[in-house]
């Protein structure tokens, strides 16, 4: 083997490379997008985003499309802020 072909073989392994790590990232997206956004089907969209990857892209316009869109009847996640606990009233307990 000559240089020539030794520099061919590690090119096409960071080709190789690349195209796997972009497989993996464009798969966990559209999970990671539904869950900054809370939504409440975060998973099953982190599903659908495997599964859309797993088919070579006919699942991918799904899963970004509900990743960014909100069930009926539910306000936007900036408008569904987690209400803050009250503390328990122990007083009648110490007794």
């Given at each position: 083997m000559t240089a020539l072909d030794v520099f061919a073989l590690i090119v096409l392994f960071v080709l190789l490379a690349s195209v796997v790590g972009i497989w993996v990232v464009l798969?966990?997206?559209?999970?990671?997008?539904?869950?900054?956004?809370?939504?409440?089907?975060?998973?099953?969209?982190?599903?659908?985003?495997?599964?859309?990857?797993?088919?070579?892209?006919?699942?991918m316009p799904v899963a970004f499309i509900w990743a960014y869109t909100n069930p009926r009847g539910l306000s936007p996640p900036e408008e569904?802020?987690?209400k803050p606990?009250?503390?328990?009233?122990?007083?009648?307990?110490a007794r």
């Open positions: 798969g966990m997206l559209p999970g990671r997008i539904a869950r900054q956004r809370n939504h409440p089907q975060a998973q099953a969209i982190a599903v659908c985003g495997w599964w859309g990857v797993i088919t070579l892209g006919i699942l569904r802020a987690p606990e009250e503390p328990e009233n122990n007083e009648g307990a």
